[in-house]
């Protein structure tokens, strides 16, 4: 089995945790981040499951067994349960009805995996060897980790926030990309945000030079 890195929009969504111990912490833990609306049942709910739900509004915990009406309208069910058995029927009936769903320690019950994770303010990266080694996963997300800039998040931010004046600035879309390039290097080189005046100057300049470009091109210039 090949899994595609498919990065899913999951806020607000309904999560289905089923199991309240070490290993659904491990899980919500790793969903937190992604803004969904957790919900935890089983008749045993660890300490550490118990202090997510004190710190986060977004974590719903059933003290319970499992019901089939639990999965009722969610987006994606974890099944953590120490049954094999039902932690197997849940996969069944989830893919049934093409609700995503991931059993720990189950590969072959999987529609999805949950890969090791690198996640800071807009930066996500995933990283899954397909179950083949979590410790081979853990340990290039750890290299990784040691090459991103400790102000990534500042970095990141202002490059979003650039996007609209270089949208209304800049074409066709292609000069545009190239212009991406140049502001990342620079500020990656620097290790922070341009300055807005700075940046102003840079696009009067870049389109001066297109405008430049397309005067000695003739009509083989097209914007």
Not at 8 to 21: P, R, S, T, W, Y
Not at 126 to 142: L, M, N, W
Not at 153 to 171: G, H
Request: charge should be negative; glycine fraction near 6%; hydrophobic fraction near 40%.
């Amino acid at each position: 089995m090949s899994y595609f890195p498919f990065y899913f929009d999951i806020e607000g969504m309904k999560a289905l945790v089923i199991g309240g111990g070490h290993i659904a912490c491990g899980k919500v833990d790793k969903l937190l981040p992604y803004g969904p609306k957790i919900t935890v049942v089983a008749p045993v709910i660890s300490s550490a499951m118990r202090a997510f739900n004190e710190e986060e509004e977004r974590i719903t915990i059933l003290e319970r067994g499992f019901e089939w009406s639990d999965i009722e309208g969610a987006g994606l069910v974890i099944s953590a349960t120490d049954n094999n058995e039902l932690n197997h029927e849940i996969s069944v009936y989830c893919k049934e009805r093409k609700i995503p769903v991931n059993v720990v320690d189950r590969v072959a019950d999987c529609s999805f995996i949950f890969p090791a994770l690198v996640k800071k303010g807009m930066l996500s990266i995933g990283i899954t060897t397909e179950g083949a080694s979590p410790r081979a996963s853990v340990y290039f997300k750890d290299r990784i980790q040691e090459i991103i800039p400790s102000n990534i998040e500042e970095i990141l931010e202002f490059l979003y926030s650039i996007r609209p004046i270089v949208r209304d600035s800049i074409s066709p879309e292609s000069e545009r990309a190239n212009f991406y390039h140049m502001v990342f290097d620079k500020v990656m080189e620097s290790g922070k945000a341009i300055p807005e005046d700075e940046l102003q100057a840079m696009v009067e300049e870049y389109v001066k030079k297109l405008s430049s470009s397309a005067d000695r091109s003739g009509e083989n210039f097209n914007w």
